[in-house]
T-cell receptor, first 115, second 113 residues
């Protein structure tokens, strides 16, 4: 049990669809992250939230829209995606982002396929 | 900027063989260093970490020593098992600034019986 859950685990969508990914952490953490994991590429940090405030947007296209209503929940809203957006999307949490020693706890990921 | 370089995989070993996965980093100051492991169908989970020079992180028979002089954090295990088959990621968090993690590309380990 990692304490970080993600739904759905698998998602197939067309380029004109709108869908949302959900992440929930049960660890009492204050920082949450979205990562994109593609084959043969390094893990890409997309967004960081600290105490519900977005602190990092790593030049992510606007077709990805994050939302963090509270410290336990994180969403990634998707619209008009491209096939190259197909990847595993990982959510993570940590106590805070203001220390270099903090461990990140990852969810199992959502495997997204864009047709 | 910060970067982490890992050896290319896959690394293929027989059970009970010795494992080394190399990791070197580029960062200013004294970052914290981490090894994460990803089993098939799962997210990443922390394997071990070291927060200052000469520290040794260890867990489940795996070890890595923070070498400031060579900017390295190589992962080792004396005797691997089939259940160790996974992808291993080296990562750093800088000691100042934004504290945003940087990950390596990952190294796939395959252990045969």
């Amino acid at each position: 049990e990692t304490g970080v859950t993600q739904t759905p685990r698998h998602l197939v969508m067309g380029m004109t669809n709108k869908k949302s990914l959900k992440c929930e952490q049960h660890l009492g953490h204050n920082a949450m992250y979205w990562y994109k994991q593609s084959a043969k590429k390094p893990l890409e940090l997309m967004f960081v939230y600290n105490f519900k405030e977005q602190t990092e947007n790593n030049s992510v296209p606007s077709r990805f829209s994050p939302e963090c209503p509270n410290s336990s929940h994180l969403f990634l809203h998707l619209h008009t995606l491209q096939p190259e957006d197909s990847a595993l999307y990982l959510c993570a949490s940590s106590q805070v982002t203001a220390t270099s020693t903090d461990t990140q706890y990852f969810g199992p990921g959502t495997r997204l396929t864009v047709l | 900027g910060n970067s982490v370089t890992q050896m290319e995989g896959p690394v293929t070993l027989s059970e009970e063989a010795f494992l080394t996965i190399n990791c070197t980093y580029t960062a200013t100051g004294y970052p914290s260093l981490f090894w994460y492991v990803q089993y098939p169908g799962e997210g990443l989970q922390l394997l071990l970490k070291a927060t200052k020079a000469d520290d040794k992180g260890s867990n489940k028979g795996f070890e890595a020593t923070y070498r400031k002089e060579t900017t390295s954090f190589h992962l080792e295990k004396g005797s691997v098992q089939v259940s160790d088959s996974a992808v291993y990621f080296c990562a750093l968090i800088p000691s100042g600034g934004s504290y945003i993690p940087t990950f390596g590309r990952g190294t796939s380990l395959i252990v045969h019986p």
